[in-house]
């Protein structure tokens, strides 16, 4: 799943690419991102998908507009001007990374059409129209990306121009990044109950653009995948249910329910999937009104015959998943959970850190915030005299104020003092262990 995975990171790793490809427009860039949802062509399936369209964003806001480098180097680390670089390497990269735009671009004809607008003028003339599939016979492969990373490293960085160094150590990153945590893409899935593919599908669909007659007949032919890539998620879905790694019971409920609300409402003459779609085609100026009856026709028997059939199978065969995860209480609790967690925010921040080195910088964060907050709250009081109410769960909140303090449990309050009758007089055994202090002080 390699494929799906690398084309979500695309934007993020080719800064210099998003000045040579055009989208269609600014609206339809959150469209692409949020597509990173179809991503299964073939190999690893990669299980940081929404960290990878995240980073996309935060890049080319970074890298593309802006002299800012990758994982918070600064400028000086890419030393060789642009005026120095080899031109015959910079072409041959160029070369490098526009084939593979090309070949991961085209394994997903929904993003495609969100990302480019003539995707002919980019040398992608041949392509399936498919929502994708997950090759579940080479799902662990990682040949792909092992071959994406030879061949990036065959190139001398030190001889690119600034951006391609730029763009050459993104990738760099990503590829070694997905390849390390490449074991773990049982623990994803497509199917939740709030961003689930089950619920952005339709969504999708309803902000499709029709600019020429090609795209309402892609359009269709993408509509009748429907069932097929369902079919396909469930086969991914039974593995991880042979694994344990289902969705609790609870969550699955929620995920069916969904899918019920859309099947109930799919062949609704005012819903989305047919209303919205004829509405959006009695407004296309380049079509008659005997095309757009046909295609009113063949979109109706698509949603009929594929759409609302592949709802109900995800109904069907989640509903027989249930009762078969084997651990409860969150992803931390699954085998290498941690480890999967890390995976994440490496793809996302760029950063190979601990789950305990994360929990330092937050705290570190936090506290810094909480200090500031407790200065303008001082400086609010100071001012207009007013009673300022500040909740905290953190003791150190507490150790350098004069103000009165009410220590709480389970809705009751414990003790009300200052800070120093506290600490001198706890007067329950849990003020004792909030503060600190020893119990034999304790009232």
């Given at each position: 799943?390699?494929?799906?995975?690398?084309?979500?990171?695309?934007?993020?790793?080719?800064?210099?690419?998003?000045?040579?490809?055009?989208?269609?427009?600014?609206?339809?860039?959150?469209?692409?991102?949020?597509?990173?949802?179809?991503?299964?062509?073939?190999?690893?399936?990669?299980?940081?998908?929404?960290?990878a369209?995240?980073?996309?964003?935060?890049?080319?806001?970074?890298?593309?507009?802006s002299?800012?480098?990758?994982?918070?180097?600064?400028?000086?680390?890419?030393?060789?001007?642009?005026?120095?670089?080899?031109?015959?390497?910079?072409?041959?990269f160029?070369?490098?990374?526009?084939?593979?735009?090309?070949?991961?671009?085209?394994?997903?004809?929904?993003?495609?059409?969100?990302?480019?607008?003539?995707?002919?003028?980019?040398?992608?003339?041949?392509?399936?129209?498919?929502?994708?599939?997950?090759?579940?016979?080479?799902?662990?492969?990682?040949?792909?990306?092992?071959?994406?990373?030879?061949?990036?490293?065959?190139?001398?960085?030190?001889?690119?121009?600034?951006?391609?160094?730029?763009t050459?150590?993104?990738?760099?990153?990503?590829?070694?990044?997905?390849?390390?945590?490449?074991?773990?893409?049982?623990?994803?899935?497509?199917?939740?109950?709030?961003?689930?593919?089950?619920?952005?599908?339709?969504?999708?669909?309803s902000?499709?653009?029709?600019?020429?007659?090609?795209?309402?007949?892609?359009?269709?032919?993408?509509?009748?995948?429907?069932?097929?890539?369902?079919?396909?998620?469930?086969?991914?879905?039974?593995?991880?249910?042979?694994?344990?790694?289902?969705?609790s019971?609870?969550?699955?409920?929620?995920?069916?329910?969904?899918?019920?609300?859309?099947?109930?409402?799919?062949?609704?003459?005012?819903?989305?999937?047919?209303?919205?779609?004829?509405?959006?085609?009695?407004?296309?100026?380049?079509?008659?009104?005997?095309?757009?009856?046909?295609?009113?026709?063949?979109?109706?028997?698509?949603?009929?015959?594929?759409?609302?059939?592949?709802?109900?199978?995800?109904?069907?065969?989640?509903?027989?998943?249930?009762?078969?995860?084997?651990?409860?209480?969150?992803?931390?609790?699954?085998?290498d959970?941690?480890?999967?967690?890390?995976?994440?925010?490496?793809?996302?921040?760029?950063?190979?850190?601990?789950?305990?080195?994360?929990?330092?910088?937050?705290?570190?964060?936090?506290?810094?915030?909480?200090?500031?907050?407790?200065?303008?709250?001082?400086?609010?009081?100071?001012?207009?005299?007013?009673?300022?109410?500040?909740?905290?769960?953190?003791?150190?909140?507490?150790?350098?104020?004069?103000?009165?303090?009410?220590?709480?449990?389970?809705g009751?309050?414990?003790q009300?003092?200052?800070?120093?009758?506290?600490?001198?007089?706890?007067?329950?055994?849990?003020?004792?262990?909030?503060?600190?202090?020893?119990?034999?002080?304790?009232?």
């Open positions: 799943m390699i494929k799906k995975m690398l084309y979500q990171g695309l934007i993020c790793t080719f800064p210099n690419l998003t000045t040579r490809y055009v989208r269609r427009n600014e609206d339809y860039y959150m469209l692409t991102l949020k597509s990173s949802y179809i991503k299964h062509k073939t190999n690893i399936y990669s299980f940081f998908k929404k960290a369209a995240i980073t996309g964003a935060v890049v080319i806001t970074a890298c593309s507009f002299a800012c480098t990758p994982f918070g180097g600064s400028a000086s680390r890419y030393n060789n001007a642009d005026e120095q670089y080899n031109a015959a390497d910079n072409e041959s160029n070369a490098f990374t526009d084939s593979l735009f090309r070949e991961l671009a085209s394994s997903d004809s929904l993003s495609l059409h969100a990302l480019l607008e003539n995707p002919c003028e980019y040398g992608i003339d041949d392509y399936d129209i498919t929502l994708g599939r997950i090759d579940i016979d080479n799902i662990d492969d990682t040949s792909d990306i092992t071959d994406y990373i030879t061949k990036l490293n065959a190139f001398d960085k030190a001889s690119l121009s600034k951006s391609q160094q730029i050459y150590d993104l990738l760099n990153k990503y590829l070694y990044t997905t390849l390390n945590y490449s074991d773990l893409y049982l623990l994803n899935t497509d199917l939740t109950p709030t961003i689930g593919i089950q619920i952005q599908l339709p969504l999708l669909f902000e499709y653009t029709f600019m020429e007659k090609k795209d309402v007949e892609e359009y269709i032919q993408l509509l009748s995948d429907v069932d097929g890539y369902f079919n396909n998620l469930l086969e991914f879905e039974a593995l991880r249910s042979v694994r344990g790694y289902t969705l019971d609870d969550l699955l409920d929620e995920v069916i329910s969904s899918c019920k609300s859309i099947a109930d409402s799919a062949g609704d003459a005012e819903g989305m999937f047919i209303g919205t779609f004829n509405s959006r085609v009695d407004d296309l100026i380049f079509l008659t009104d005997d095309e757009k009856n046909v295609y009113k026709k063949q979109n109706e028997d698509a949603v009929i015959n594929h759409v609302i059939p592949g709802y109900n199978a995800l109904i069907t065969t989640l509903a027989s998943f249930k009762g078969t995860n084997q651990y409860s209480g969150g992803i931390c609790n699954y085998p959970g941690a480890r999967y967690f890390e995976g994440l925010l490496e793809n996302c921040l760029g950063w190979s850190k601990s789950i305990d080195e994360y929990n330092d910088l937050l705290d570190s964060y936090i506290r810094s915030y909480a200090i500031v907050m407790q200065k303008l709250l001082r400086k609010l009081y100071d001012q207009m005299h007013i009673t300022v109410i500040y909740v905290t769960h953190n003791r150190e909140d507490i150790q350098n104020t004069d103000a009165r303090i009410a220590v709480m449990n389970d009751s309050i414990q009300i003092g200052t800070i120093g009758e506290l600490y001198d007089n706890p007067a329950t055994p849990y003020v004792s262990e909030f503060l600190g202090v020893a119990a034999q002080a304790v009232c």
